[in-house]
């Protein structure tokens, strides 16, 4: 074996080795705090979620301070957002809005409904997302991309006719919570893209927590009663805990991103859903039927069916663009140049 193929299967293994630390570690991160949630919004435990979310965004912020002080390094685009900061706040405090009502609603919803079924319901959002973006002229509607989806809404609504607790509050409160997060995706990318502004994902996570946390600040105090002050008091190392947990999980989101490849992130993706739903008939017993894993296992197919498409949308559009001869020489400077002659 020559000394270059033996460098060569050495990258490879060091780059699923990478793969697989990463990609386990986000998943595992994924489910465990989700499970967390729901934990904690047990009636006996803390079953606050306006109170809960706050906290989140509390320790979001104060950490996320605390992480561009000691590594200033790993928010590439954090020196453009500073020198422009009222700009960013003009357009990221509206997402903020939008970001608390998401996690607020979704954190409710943990209490009456199981997780199987609220992430059930989350696998919709694809068709949810290409719907909104149609209407706003931000995608070209297709066929192909219809029938794709169509797969994945025949999954989701197998899913949720065959619940077997069915609860339709906590039903409504997950609908409006993904309303809200496919909402705060689009309209941040209409309005990032026409401001110019081009965030990582810390340095937007930098920015988001604080804005999200004054609304849900003024709910808290709103929904605030003594019990509230009882449970914090009681629960606090594990309220910690969580919201350290969610902290994590937004730089491991950061980190697989920048590492993993565009498919490797859609398996995990996959996986990791499939991690939350067994963690939640392992964990808390909740009940899934038959109907509901063939269902799940549909759903599951069309979203790698669609993840298929985009990539392949993506790859045409690069291939596109390296195709079109680039301009090397200013047209004015040609034209000058014409002129002299």
């Given amino acids: ?56 965004m509390a320790v979001t912020t104060v950490l996320s301070l605390f992480l561009y002080i000691v590594a200033p390094q790993i928010y590439p685009s954090m020196g453009n957002a500073l020198a422009e900061w009222k700009t960013t706040l003009r357009y990221i405090c509206p997402l903020g809005v939008l970001f608390a009502l998401a996690l607020y609603t979704s954190n409710q919803a943990y209490r009456f409904s199981s997780v199987a079924f609220l992430q059930f319901c989350k696998q919709g959002n694809v068709a949810l997302v290409f719907a909104m973006a149609c209407c ?6 297709s066929w192909t991309k219809l029938a794709v989806l169509s797969v994945v809404i025949f999954g989701c609504s197998f899913c949720a006719h065959g619940q077997i607790n069915f609860v339709l509050i906590g039903f409504a409160l997950q609908l409006f919570s993904q309303v809200c997060e496919c909402s705060k995706n689009l309209v941040g990318e209409i309005v990032m893209s026409s401001a110019g502004m081009k965030l990582d994902v810390l340095t937007f996570v930098f920015f988001q927590a604080p804005c999200s946390l004054v609304p849900l600040l003024a709910a808290a105090i709103y929904l ?51 991690v939350i739903v067994a963690s939640s008939a392992l964990v808390f017993l909740d009940p899934i039927s038959r109907q509901q894993e063939v269902g799940f296992a549909i759903t599951l197919i069309g979203i790698a069916m669609w993840s298929h498409l985009k990539m392949q949308e993506a790859a045409e559009a690069k291939a596109k663009q390296d195709s079109e001869p680039q301009e090397t020489e200013p047209l004015l400077a040609k034209k000058q140049d014409e002129g002299k002659v």
């Avoid at 991103?257 to 995990?268: E, N, P, T």
Wanted: net charge positive; hydrophobic share 55%.
């Fill in 224 to 274: 605030w009663e003594p019990a509230v002050g009882t449970d914090l008091v009681r629960m606090w190392p594990l309220l910690l805990a969580n919201a350290c947990l969610a902290f994590c999980l937004n730089i491991l989101i950061a980190l697989t991103i920048k590492r993993l490849s565009a498919l490797a992130f859609v398996i995990i993706g996959l996986l990791k859903d499939g």
């Fill in 1 to 56: 074996m020559s000394q270059t193929s033996a460098t060569s299967i050495t990258k490879q293994i060091a780059m699923a080795a990478e793969t697989a630390v990463i990609g386990g570690t986000y998943i595992a991160f994924s489910a465990g705090l989700i499970t967390f949630n729901k934990y904690m919004l047990k009636d006996n435990h803390f079953p606050h979620a306006a109170h809960l979310t706050v906290i989140h």
């Fill in 136 to 141: 706003l002229g931000l995608q070209r509607f």
